[in-house]
């Protein structure tokens, strides 16, 4: 069993910077894929950003690319996403997810259905 705890939403004004933590635990915390997910009021859960276990690429949403960055510490079992010139329709909760019984490695961020492990979320508000 895997299990996913996020951190660090918050109200921030925009043009303002958050940085999300999703802690990843369990007797064998590994994954295939790992990714953050959002969920604005009256709206579907959009992916926002992904990458794989075992290298570097990364893959954006339109909405986020060149603001949003995805990294982890493997030595800390964690996965960020550091979101620079936040913008009000940012505001979400924010969700951290992973492929861990399905063998699926993501290519870009709308296969949501692929994740099967899901964190609680955490709010983030972009606001004046």
């Known amino acids: 069993q895997l299990q996913l705890v996020e951190s660090g939403g918050g109200l921030v004004r925009p043009g303002g910077s958050l940085r999300l933590s999703c802690v990843v635990s369990g007797f064998r915390p590994a994954y295939h894929a790992i990714g953050w997910f959002r969920q604005a009021p009256g709206k579907v859960r959009e992916g926002v950003s992904c990458m794989?276990?075992?290298?570097?690429?990364?893959?954006y949403a339109d909405s986020v690319k060149g603001r949003f960055t995805i990294s982890r510490d493997a030595a800390k079992n964690t996965v960020f996403l550091q979101m620079n010139g936040l913008k009000p329709e940012d505001t979400a909760v924010y969700?951290?997810?992973a492929a861990y019984l399905a063998r699926y490695f993501c290519s870009g961020v709308t296969e949501i259905n692929q994740?099967?492990?899901w964190g609680q979320g955490t709010q983030v508000t972009v606001s004046s």
Do not use: M
Request: hydrophobic share 5%; charged share 20%; with cysteine.
């Open 115 to 117: 994740y099967d492990t």
């Open 52 to 59: 794989n276990s075992g290298d570097e690429h990364t893959y």
């Open 95 to 97: 969700y951290c997810a």
